[in-house]
C-alpha cells in the first residue's frame, strides 16, 4: 500500500514465492518495478498491474532505474556470429561483439516424467519478455509450462527453472524451447 498520509494512492498484493522474484525475502535483494500492464479490467484498484509478479525483478535503487535495454539496431543480427541473435545475447546477459561470451546456464532435466528447463538471464533486461514453450513433436509448441524458481546471484544474473505440465509417461517424448521478445518499456 503506498499512502500520502492516511489517503491510499495505490494498493496491490506482492509475494515471495514463485512467481515473484523469491530472493527478495531473506536474500538480500530488493524488487523494483520493470515494467506496467493494462491490468484495469481484471483489477480496477490495481490498474497499472503493480500486483503482476511478471512486472517486478530483482534489484534497485532507491531514485533511479537500473533498466538495461536493447540498443542494437537490428534484433536478428548475429554479429559474433555464434549462432545467437543480437536480442537473445542481450537476454541473456551475453555478448553479441563477443563469439566466445555465450550464454550462462541453459539446460534441461528430466525427473520421474517430468522434464524442466533452466536458464540464466540479465535481470536487468526489462524490455525482454521471456516464454518458455513446450512440444511433444517439435512443430505444435503450447505454453503449457510454470514457473518453479528464479534465483538472483550477485552478478547482474538470475536462474530462472519452468517445468511442462503436459501429462506424459517416462518413455514419452517432450521438447522445450525458451522465447524472448522486445517488450514495451516503462512509461
Do not use: C
Amino acid at each position: 500500500r503506498i499512502t500520502l498520509g492516511t489517503f491510499p494512492l495505490h494498493e496491490f498484493i506482492y509475494d515471495d514465492n514463485p512467481p515473484w522474484p523469491e530472493d527478495a525475502d531473506a536474500g538480500g535483494f530488493a524488487i523494483e518495478l520493470a515494467r506496467t500492464s493494462d491490468h484495469s479490467a481484471d483489477d480496477p484498484l490495481d490498474p497499472l498491474g503493480h500486483g503482476v509478479a511478471s512486472n517486478w525483478r530483482l534489484g534497485g535503487s532507491p531514485g533511479r532505474s537500473s533498466s538495461e535495454l536493447f540498443r542494437g539496431s537490428d534484433p536478428f543480427a548475429d554479429s559474433d556470429q555464434d549462432g545467437l541473435s543480437a536480442l537473445l545475447e542481450h537476454a541473456l546477459a551475453s555478448d553479441d561483439q563477443n563469439p566466445s561470451s555465450g550464454p550462462g546456464l541453459i539446460s534441461a532435466e528430466r525427473q520421474d516424467g517430468t522434464l524442466t528447463f533452466s536458464f540464466q538471464r540479465k535481470i536487468a533486461a526489462d524490455d525482454i519478455l521471456f516464454s518458455v514453450e513446450v512440444s511433444r513433436d517439435l512443430v505444435t509448441w503450447t505454453g503449457d509450462t510454470e514457473l518453479v524458481s528464479e534465483r538472483g546471484g550477485s552478478d547482474g544474473t538470475s536462474i530462472v527453472t519452468y517445468r511442462s505440465t503436459l501429462e506424459g509417461d517416462h518413455d514419452s517424448k517432450l521438447f522445450m524451447r525458451l522465447r524472448a521478445a522486445l517488450a514495451d518499456p516503462l512509461p
